[in-house]
């Protein structure tokens, strides 16, 4: 990446990727769904960056799902196109995290999507909403951005 990239907060965790022809729809763009699931493999590429990946989730019995999802669609990506999607982790609890996203058009440095994800802890074998475990929520509090590199409705 040869331009300094204009990232929402300091110290991303990016992943790169390419807009494939499995990716474009009919209306000959990205379609949405391929969003949520660059957003699922960054969250997990960052997760697994930390020591906290599915087998970590089996070995424990608990897993963290989505609750919530948020996405703004700013401007096309089309086939070919070199993107870098940012995760970053904005808050954590005992029950949940908050993560948020951006993606980044390599050719010309535009934002071109930002989203969020509220997740919450379950036991995997009864799909019920429980505390993180110790590891998890270890883990995931260190990987809180700080406070002051929030903006203020969201710190």
Not at 27 to 55: D, F, I
Not at 79 to 104: C, F, P
Not at 116 to 129: M, P, Y
Request: aromatic share 8%.
């Amino acid at each position: 990446m040869s331009m300094a990239l204009a990232w929402d907060y300091p110290q991303p965790h990016t992943v790169a990727l390419t807009v494939l022809p499995e990716h474009i729809d009919v209306m000959r763009h990205t379609n949405n769904v391929v969003y949520q699931q660059w957003m699922e493999a960054a969250a997990w590429s960052h997760s697994q960056a930390h020591g906290l990946g599915p087998e970590e989730y089996e070995a424990c019995g608990h897993g963290m799902v989505v609750r919530r999802h948020e996405l703004d669609y700013l401007a096309a990506s089309h086939l070919h196109e070199e993107l870098v999607m940012a995760t970053w982790l904005l808050k954590v609890d005992k029950l949940s995290t908050h993560r948020v996203y951006q993606i980044i058009r390599l050719s010309d440095g535009l934002t071109i999507f930002r989203g969020s994800t509220h997740l919450v802890c379950i036991e995997i074998a009864s799909g019920r909403l429980k505390r993180m475990p110790a590891h998890f929520y270890e883990t995931y509090s260190r990987l809180v951005i700080s406070p002051a590199s929030q903006p203020e409705e969201i710190a």
